[in-house]
């Protein structure tokens, strides 16, 4: 008796120490790469669920940053570290610190310092911290530990452009707020601060507007989608939905707690049969109209001739800024075919009324459309905000207090800044990520075609070799598109992005003399178990791809 009661004590502590010995260790080259990481002599610091996460007491942003990180910690390992609001710096000690330094450089920088003692990550901002955290997080094992151990070191990094964005469409397919909220939580996990969200389309209305509820209600829905590209069958499924303005309120604050500004995109004059089909008296023909069923570009746009269309997009407007509290509002600019405006007499009327008259290239009608969209601007402008506009605007005649954002490839974006408009790249090559990954497309997802590569977005330089050095700080920034006619379900769109966005990643973060494809493909496995870990759909043959 005696004897078995030894032996299963044996026992329980072999298996005691087996289940200490669940350990992992952290490692700092993460995506994207911090500007430097400098070993230290010394220990590590164990990680344990006994540490702590401090933060400056009365700081909210802090302790929102210090609860997520807990999460992380928590989602990436399974241990549980408890926060503690803290002003002393004895504290310190054994536990891990988030600060505010004063002295740092660069709002969105970090400094992550490791040492047997205790682990410090620094900003200047909490979006700093914030980002510090990312890569702290990314550093650790996607698998259950007791303890890990983190290698002494100074870790540090600043990004290279302020505005680093993310694009969805939520028009040509409507995705639940939960989808658009991991979406967030993807671009936190790579450092991105900006998603440009694709509210109004031909195919979908998807923004609540109190004064105008039939866009929602009527706007929102189609009856049908081609099948493919513009195939003659239809699914014959009702399709379509939209974000109340309080789930919109939600998702803005929720992007906040993770330091995304939401840039939302009201389209217009084109693009815009939704809003038609809901109030066919604001197009030339009056009508009727229905939300599309099929891709591409409709000749139906909104009449400018009338006051009435005028005073519907202020009044939509009106209620948009309520809802996003960002500088930019992008309201889109692009395709907008002029010919019902020819044949329209009350946009003629307007035409004349203005004495517009055709310039070289550009017909009175495209400078119509700058008179329209200087209107939108100087409203927006006097409830303090900027407007965003696709590079068409660039035909338009439109003053450069517009920002640019260039997608007819990056000629237009060069221009633009030449011209001395602010211009964020997202070019259809390389950055439309519902275009293929592979030039192999027989096992993917119908898209929409092209091929952009992994190793297309990782070479990807936003500015231009030959952009005069006082026009270079016109380019703010890359951002990646995600249109989604082809895309119908989250697992699609995640495999649409991952890993494309790590690439673009160290596009938006990195110095491009600091950048080494192989060196990042070495990388991304690490990055890819993350993706796993969460249940993210990935293109895995991304990893081992050599296109
Ligand atoms: C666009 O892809 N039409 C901006
Ligand atoms: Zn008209």
């Known amino acids: 008796m005696r004897i078995r009661r030894f032996l299963a004590c044996v026992v329980t502590a072999l298996v005691a120490l087996a289940a200490t010995a669940i350990t992992g260790r952290a490692d700092y080259w993460v995506i994207p790469l911090p500007n430097s990481i400098n070993g230290i002599k010394g220990a590590d610091f164990k990680l344990t669920d006994q540490c702590l996460v401090n933060y400056p007491t009365g700081n909210r942003d802090m302790e929102r940053n210090a609860v997520m990180l807990s999460q992380y910690i928590q989602e990436m390992t399974g241990m549980h570290l408890s926060t503690r609001p803290t002003l002393n710096s004895r504290d310190k000690a054994g536990n891990i610190s988030l600060l505010i330094d004063a002295t740092m450089s660069g709002d969105e920088a970090y400094n992550i310092l490791v040492t047997a003692k205790g682990v410090e990550i620094s900003g200047r901002t909490p979006a700093g911290v914030f980002y510090g955290l990312q890569v702290l997080r990314k550093s650790l094992p996607a698998v259950e530990a007791q303890t890990v151990a983190l290698p002494s070191a100074q870790v540090t990094g600043n990004p290279r452009f302020g505005y680093r964005g993310m694009h969805l469409d939520c028009s040509r397919h409507f995705f639940g707020v939960e989808t658009v909220k991991r979406y967030l939580d993807i671009m936190a996990l790579h450092g991105m601060n900006r998603l440009h969200w694709h509210l109004t389309d031909d195919q979908g209305w998807r923004v609540e507007i109190?004064?105008?509820p039939r866009l929602a209600e009527v706007g929102g829905w189609r009856n049908s989608t081609t099948l493919g590209h513009n195939s003659p069958v239809n699914d014959g499924i009702r399709h379509g939905g939209y974000y109340t303005q309080e789930e919109i309120r939600d998702i803005v604050r929720y992007a906040a707690d993770r330091y995304i500004t939401i840039i939302p995109e009201i389209d217009m004059p084109g693009h815009m049969l939704g809003a038609l089909a809901a109030y066919p008296q604001l197009g030339c023909t009056?009508?009727?109209?229905?939300?599309?069923?099929?891709?591409?570009?409709?000749?139906?746009?909104?009449?400018?001739g009338k006051d009435e269309t005028l005073t519907f997009v202020k009044d939509v407007l009106d209620e948009v800024i309520q809802l996003f509290p960002g500088e930019y509002i992008h309201i889109g600019g692009d395709e907008s075919p002029r010919v019902r405006w020819e044949q329209?007499?009350?946009?003629?009327?307007?035409?004349?009324?203005l004495g517009i008259r055709a310039k070289g290239k550009q017909s009175a009608?495209?400078?119509?459309?700058?008179?329209?969209?200087t209107q939108v601007q100087q409203y927006l402008a006097e409830h303090g905000r900027r407007i965003?506009?696709?590079?068409?605007?660039?035909g338009c005649d439109v003053d450069t207090t517009a920002t640019i954002m260039s997608w007819r490839g990056a000629e237009p974006g060069a221009q633009g800044a030449t011209l001395g408009h602010d211009v964020i790249m997202t070019p259809v090559g390389p950055l439309y990520?519902?275009?293929?990954?592979?030039?192999?497309?027989?096992s993917e997802p119908t898209s929409f075609g092209g091929c952009n590569t992994l190793k297309k977005v990782y070479d990807f330089e936003p500015v231009a070799?030959?952009?005069?050095?006082?026009?270079?700080?016109?380019?703010?920034?890359?951002q990646a598109n995600v249109w989604t006619e082809y895309i119908t379900c989250e697992p699609q769109i995640q495999y649409q992005i991952l890993p494309r966005m790590a690439a673009l990643a160290e596009v938006q973060w990195i110095q491009p003399e600091d950048k080494d494809y192989q060196d990042f493909k070495a990388r991304l496995p690490h990055l890819a178990d993350i993706y796993k870990h969460y249940g993210w759909t990935y293109r895995a043959k991304s990893l081992v791809d050599e296109e």
């Not at 009608?365 to 969209?373: C, D, H």
């Not at 965003?388 to 660039?394: A, H, Y």
Request: proline share 4%.
């Open 210 to 212: 109190k004064k105008y």
């Open 286 to 304: 009056g009508g009727p109209y229905e939300v599309w069923g099929l891709w591409g570009v409709t000749d139906d746009i909104l009449c400018v």
């Open 344 to 353: 329209c007499p009350l946009c003629q009327q307007r035409i004349q009324q």
């Open 365 to 373: 009608e495209a400078l119509l459309q700058g008179w329209f969209t």
């Open 388 to 394: 965003i506009g696709w590079d068409e605007l660039l």
């Open 433 to 442: 990520f519902d275009y293929y990954q592979t030039s192999d497309t027989w």
């Open 465 to 478: 070799a030959d952009l005069p050095a006082d026009k270079r700080h016109h380019i703010l920034g890359a």
